[in-house]
């Protein structure tokens, strides 16, 4: 139980505010949209049920909670980039748009962030790392959900 509580501890001081949140940039990026004359749909079913999910994990279980955190900032950081930017080609009169703008050199956010990564799971045992890492297909399962949400 103590090293759950430390994991809590830690996860609640190193992951917050690391450079690498879209929220803010988000919210402009639907602004934007919006101003452009398209409506923007209220969270559907996919993306809330995850954001609950997340929640739960980030109070009840760190391990589980990191698992998804690497998966959506790496993702998002990485191929999103690469997404963001064909779409602004294709569609969006190359118009970068401010989810994939950062602010700080990227790559030492991530770095910073791996680092932390590392720091945190440093005392974890070995089961508590296995169950890191079969969380995985979860991740991957919510974020394909919201991802298919697109092919609609």
Not at 8 to 17: G, K, M, V
Not at 33 to 49: A, L
Not at 92 to 97: I, R, T, W
């Amino acid at each position: 139980m103590t090293n759950t509580i430390l994991s809590f501890s830690l996860i609640d001081a190193e992951f917050r505010n690391t450079g690498l949140e879209r929220s803010e940039n988000l919210a402009k990026d639907l602004e934007w949209f919006k101003d452009q004359g398209h409506n923007i749909p209220e969270p559907s079913d996919p993306g809330v049920c995850y954001a609950g999910f997340l929640e739960d994990l980030s109070e009840k279980d760190p391990q589980a909670f990191i698992c998804h955190f690497y998966n959506i900032y790496f993702a998002h950081s990485a191929g999103g980039r690469m997404i963001g930017k064909k779409v602004a080609e294709k569609i969006l009169d190359k118009k970068q748009l401010e989810f994939y703008k950062w602010d700080g050199d990227l790559p030492l956010l991530l770095q910073n962030v791996r680092e932390k990564l590392n720091k945190v799971s440093e005392g974890w045992t070995r089961e508590e790392k296995n169950h890191c890492l079969e969380e995985t297909d979860k991740s991957f399962k919510y974020s394909g959900d919201i991802l298919r949400l697109i092919l609609i």
